[in-house]
């Protein structure tokens, strides 16, 4: 049938959605995207990944002029003071700039944005407000909301998600963060850095799960250093809010005595859930599988042909860079290329002080598969770090011990979130520690730790 409104129509136009939908066009494919909110970029550039680096950034800045830790550079800054009001300003420009800016990249790239919640009538149609949409092929790329917790109802003043922890009007006096998971952690650090006092319920034994235990554990002792208050292996059985505060019920996760903790705020951060509620998947003949996410095979295709999904919705980590490389290689499957994603190297980075970054193998996956070799190199040996007193941290790199091949980096560092990119390229390209050990690394620079940790796992790095 010739009766299709577009080639593609894709719904959501979060990083998967609008890049799909972007990648389509330019393919020559007449696109449209559905997207509920007022403005383009979806859960990170709205609420997530954009604001939240706003937030990051701004308050390093004013617990460096505050903290008088730049008097060792000869900076003595007296009267230091916090302006919530403009610091909010900023993350708001950053995020108005930035939706702008995709809004600006449809037209330019003729994708039409149709304003509405889009729900499926059949595998080839949607209804996006009054009007019903017919596409030779529809992309999902609906995102992910915050899971909630049975007890703990979000309110938005005492008891607010991520969204919300980025709005507070107020530096809270005591901060709690139920859940010690990136969010956590860098919304924790962003109140922490700005007065409050943060403590974290974990229900683990550690924050960060799924990062190199090594890492967690570095990344525990520097938390603690900074004042977090971190309550591992702990529950939360009841939230009770007022006026006032939120009186929370805590106990170990193993079951035992419980106590109180009297809060200002609570920031519920337990993860994220697939958003697949009111798109009438039925209508098209999908399920969920029992994480509610869409499965597909390894090219983005569902079950149903011409549907595919993408991004926080379809299985893999909840990532912007994730969502938006698998965007592109849907759109290039649709217009029938080859499009690939390699999801063994996804990077992961952690914007909190220092940064914590990683790709690939942590050491325990990497010892459960064979031999392994493990070079390190703390950045107290690194010049540039020693310089800049900058030496929390260390990179480490996990090799193959028969082949030498790069199964896994971690880096503890300010630098971490770019440093990774080298490790990711080199293990993209099959790299062997021998390979980055050999590669001239400018001096003096942080990276030069990633050549350092290379040489060790071989022999010796020099600088140790
Ligand atoms: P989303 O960005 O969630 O976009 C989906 C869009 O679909 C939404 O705009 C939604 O309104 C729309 N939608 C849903 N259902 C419908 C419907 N039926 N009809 C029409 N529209 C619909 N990731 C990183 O890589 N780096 C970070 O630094 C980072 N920081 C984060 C910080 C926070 C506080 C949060 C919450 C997340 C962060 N993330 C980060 C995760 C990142 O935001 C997500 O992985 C990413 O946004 C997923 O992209 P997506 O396109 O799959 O979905
Ligand atoms: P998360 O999965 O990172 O962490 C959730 C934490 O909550 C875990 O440590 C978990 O053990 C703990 N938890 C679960 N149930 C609990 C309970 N009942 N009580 C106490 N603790 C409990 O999820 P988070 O932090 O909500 O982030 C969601 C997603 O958003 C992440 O998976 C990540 O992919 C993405 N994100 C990425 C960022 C980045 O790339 N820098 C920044 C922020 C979010």
Redesign the pocket.
């Known amino acids: 049938m010739a009766d299709y409104d577009y080639d593609v129509l894709v719904i959501g136009a979060g990083p998967g959605g609008y890049v799909a939908a972007i990648r389509a066009a330019q393919l020559g494919l007449r696109t449209a995207c559905a997207e509920s909110r007022e403005t383009l970029g979806g859960t990170c550039l709205n609420v997530?990944?954009i604001p939240?680096k706003a937030l990051l950034h701004a308050s390093e800045l004013f617990h460096e002029a505050h903290s008088g830790a730049l008097a060792q550079f000869g900076i003595k800054i007296e009267g230091a003071s916090l302006d919530l009001d403009a610091m909010h300003g900023q993350r708001r420009e950053a995020v108005k700039g930035l939706t702008g800016g995709i809004e600006f990249l449809f037209k330019k790239n003729k994708v039409d944005w149709l304003k509405g919640r889009a729900a499926f009538t059949a595998a080839d149609s949607v209804q996006v407000g009054d009007r019903t949409v017919r596409a030779r092929n529809i992309v999902i790329a609906t995102g992910?909301s915050?899971?909630p917790?049975p007890g703990v109802a979000v309110d938005g003043k005492r008891i607010v998600d991520?969204a919300g922890a980025l709005e507070l009007a107020e530096v809270p006096k005591h901060l709690v963060v139920?859940?010690?998971?990136?969010?956590?952690m860098?919304l924790g650090s962003v109140w922490l850095r700005l007065g409050a006092k943060v403590t974290v319920?974990?229900?683990?034994d550690q924050?960060?799960?799924?990062m190199d235990g090594e890492v967690r554990r570095e990344a525990t002792k520097l938390f603690k250093k900074q004042g977090f208050e971190l309550r591992t292996s702990?529950?939360?059985t009841a939230a009770e809010a007022s006026d006032t505060g939120v009186r929370l019920t805590v106990e170990p996760a193993a079951g035992g005595a419980a106590e109180t903790i009297e809060a200002d705020v609570v920031l519920l951060?337990?993860?994220?859930r697939p958003n697949t509620e009111g798109l009438a998947l039925d209508k098209a003949g999908l399920a969920t599988n029992q994480r509610g996410q869409i499965e597909i095979n390894h090219d983005f295709a569902t079950s149903v042909p011409g549907i595919w999904a993408i991004g926080d919705v379809a299985p893999g980590?909840?990532?912007?860079h994730k969502a938006e490389d698998e965007g592109i290689a849907v759109a290039e499957n649709i217009a029938g290329r080859t499009g690939i994603v390699n999801h063994d190297l996804i990077p992961?980075?952690?914007?909190t002080t220092p940064e914590i970054a990683g790709v690939g193998l942590t050491e325990e996956q990497a010892k459960e598969r064979g031999e392994i070799r493990v070079g390190k190199f703390p950045f107290l040996a690194n010049s540039r770090a020693k310089t800049n007193k900058d030496t929390d941290g260390f990179v480490k790199i996990i090799a193959d011990a028969n082949n030498d091949r790069v199964l896994g980096v971690w880096i503890v560092c300010s630098l971490a979130g770019t440093m990774i990119a080298q490790a990711v390229q080199a293990m993209e390209f099959g790299a062997t520690s021998e390979d980055i050990a050999y590669t001239c690394h400018a001096h003096p620079t942080h990276p030069e730790a990633l050549k350092e940790a290379a040489m060790a796992v071989l022999g010796k790095p020099i600088h140790m």
């Open positions: 997530g990944c939240s992910s915050v899971t917790l991520s139920i859940g010690g998971g990136v969010i956590g860098e319920v974990e229900y683990l924050i960060l799960p799924g702990t529950k939360v951060a337990i993860g994220r980590p909840m990532l912007a992961s980075v952690v914007y």
